[in-house]
């Protein structure tokens, strides 16, 4: 069982930055894939970005790439998001996710334990 709880969500001005972090439970993390999903309302879960046990591979949505990166620390059992460049469009609540897996797929489905999500919110 791994719990996730995503923090460091908020209101931000276009062209500003945010960073989310993911503190997971269980001493198994560094067995998991993470990803980051984002979500607005009435639409599909929209993965954002993933990265595997080591974080030596990432992936990203072609919408993010360039202004997000991820990464993790194993020894905190801690993923993060950095958010650069942010958009209107970027408003969500963005997810963290966890797969048994080395690969950090784009399919939510795949993914085993989501946290509750951090609402963020970019003005233009």
């Known amino acids: 069982q791994v719990q996730l709880v995503e923090s460091g969500g908020g209101l931000v001005e276009a062209g500003g930055s945010l960073r989310l972090s993911c503190a997971a439970s269980g001493r198994t993390f560094s067995s998991y894939a993470m990803g980051w999903f984002r979500q607005t309302p009435g639409k599909e879960r929209e993965f954002v970005g993933g990265i595997n046990y080591s974080g030596g591979t990432t992936n990203y949505a072609d919408s993010v790439k360039g202004r997000f990166t991820i990464s993790r620390d194993n020894a905190k059992n801690t993923v993060y998001l950095q958010m650069n460049s942010l958009k209107p469009e970027d408003t969500a609540v963005y997810y963290c996710?966890?797969?048994?897996?080395?690969?950090?797929?784009?399919?939510?489905?795949?993914?085993?334990?989501w946290g509750q999500g951090t609402q963020v919110t970019v003005s233009s």
């Open positions: 996710a966890a797969v048994h897996s080395n690969y950090p797929h784009r399919l939510s489905r795949v993914y085993d334990y």
